[in-house]
């Protein structure tokens, strides 16, 4: 019963707790407001930081997509007979065992 003793209802009828809601309400709407605005307003924040500070060119990035990773088709091919090769043993092999 600590929440009882508390919270007092008739407090509130007499009027004690609006001003504090109300304060509470304020203080949350401007919050609001305020990140709004600052959504709002970061395309032209970050276009004149961009001026101070350009993007530097990514050290790391592809330079052609020829140079990719993937092996060709005939590496590809080979893998894929090979693997079907080994599945076919255990296949086999485990036809066997029955």
């Keep these: 019963m600590i929440l ?14 609006i001003a504090i809601a109300g304060t509470g309400l304020l203080i949350v709407f401007a919050a609001l407001v305020l990140i709004t605005l600052f959504i709002a307003a970061l395309p032209r924040i970050l276009e004149a930081v961009a001026k101070v500070l350009p993007e530097v060119p990514d050290r ?3 330079a052609d997509a020829s140079e990719s990773l993937l092996p060709d088709d005939a590496v590809l091919a080979a893998i894929g007979f090979v693997l079907h090769h080994e599945l076919q043993k255990q296949v086999e092999s485990a036809g066997n065992k029955n």
């Excluded at 209802?9 to 707790?17: C, D, F, I, L, N």
């Design 4 to 17: 009882a003793a508390v919270f007092d209802a008739s407090r509130m009828v007499k009027g004690e707790g």
């Design 60 to 62: 790391h990035a592809a």
